[in-house]
T-cell receptor, first 113, second 116 residues
């Protein structure tokens, strides 16, 4: 697929276990954060978002945690499934400006059977 | 299917040439974004248009230009191509009605450009 070959950190997880993917951001002006999933051969797909007035948000099988103090966010995937294999990107932007959304470098999640 | 259509899916050309990539956003989406994805740089934001006007610019080279037409489709023009321009170029669209940002971008499947 198109994302193969990207020089990315890789997280290998046993099927059924929980996955935690981490992301550090550097722009203090960013107050809105988004996680995307990119499967092989496809464009990125929105997973979940969070604004800086929150420190946790839950979706279906996913949870995003935001720690503004250390400029860190994480994506937790519960009961990881083979279909979760993908590259995961965090993205950031200043919420008020409705402008460019900047993506992080990505983490490849691989699932062991 | 995200509803965003990009053409062509694959393009092979030579250095020095010029190409145009086309994007049709989801019906009703006013914002169009262009991103470049290369092996060593991940997803790089190039430019955003909102309802025909340029809204934000990233690290887009002067050799590259884009526009959004009245029917909201967008084109990315890449000229004087170099080997390093070989990459996947993604278009994304969002609702972005101006009442607040949604981070939910809908991406097309990309146009793979190979410069030989």
């Amino acid at each position: 697929g198109e994302s193969v070959g990207l020089h990315l950190p890789t997280l290998s997880v046993q099927e059924g276990d929980n996955s935690i993917i981490n992301c550090a951001y550097s722009n203090s002006a960013s107050d809105y954060f988004i996680w995307y999933k990119q499967e092989s051969g496809k464009g990125p797909q929105f997973i979940i978002d969070i604004r800086s007035n929150m420190d946790k948000r839950q979706g279906q099988r996913v949870t995003v945690l935001l720690n503004k103090t250390v400029k860190h966010l994480s994506l937790q995937i519960a009961a990881t499934q083979p279909g979760d294999s993908a590259v995961y990107f965090c993205a950031e932007t200043p919420y008020s400006s409705a402008s460019k959304i900047i993506f992080g470098s990505g983490t490849r999640l691989s699932i062991r059977p | 299917d995200s509803g965003v259509t990009q053409t062509p899916k694959h393009l092979i050309t030579a250095t020095g040439q010029r190409v145009t990539l086309r994007c049709s956003p989801r019906s009703g989406d006013l914002s169009v974004y262009w991103y470049q994805q290369s092996l060593d740089q991940g997803l790089q934001f190039l430019i955003q248009y909102y309802n025909g006007e340029e809204r934000a610019k990233g690290n887009i080279l002067e050799r590259f230009s884009a526009q959004q037409f009245p029917d909201l489709h967008s084109e990315l023009n890449l000229s004087s191509l170099e080997l390093g321009d070989s990459a996947l170029y993604f278009c994304a669209s969002s609702v972005d009605r101006g009442t607040g940002l949604t981070g939910e971008l809908f991406f097309g499947e990309g146009s793979r450009l190979t410069v030989l």
